[in-house]
């Protein structure tokens, strides 16, 4: 199994960047996909997540919800995570993970990782 993240890089605030996550080797529609992001010094924290049922509504961190949207496309074997009206504090790294169960996902106990992709956002 593989999830290749991409889409990091260097944006003044206010900014937006995508991220994107392809994944390979897993049955895609079978798992809960997330975004999760680690500033320098701080834990891995949860960013948003999306289930495997389109009827369950994605989730967001307190910090990002209303200007992060994280969606999925089955089809592309994809999660991505659009990123607008960006801050410094948004900077970090951000890994994509997949489980195939939602509260492990959601709680970091996700069996699958990415590598990171860094976003630095500038003042």
């Known amino acids: 199994v593989q999830l290749q993240a991409s889409g990091g890089g260097e944006v003044q605030a206010g900014g937006s960047l995508r991220l994107s996550c392809v994944a390979s080797?897993?049955?895609?529609?079978?798992?809960?996909l997330g975004w999760f992001c680690q500033a320098p010094g701080k834990e891995r924290e949860i960013v948003a997540s999306?289930?495997?049922?389109?009827?369950?509504?994605?989730s967001y961190s307190d910090s990002v919800r209303g200007r992060f949207t994280i969606f999925r496309d089955n089809a592309k074997f994809a999660v991505y995570l659009q990123m607008n009206s960006l801050n410094t504090e948004d900077t970090a790294a951000y890994y994509c993970?997949?489980?195939?169960?939602?509260?492990?996902?959601?709680?970091?106990?996700?069996?699958?990782w990415g590598q990171g992709t860094l976003v630095t956002v500038s003042s």
């Open positions: 999306i289930s495997k049922n389109r009827f369950i509504v994605p």
């Open positions: 993970a997949a489980d195939a169960n939602l509260d492990e996902l959601r709680t970091g106990r996700a069996h699958y």
């Open positions: 080797g897993l049955t895609f529609t079978r798992y809960a």
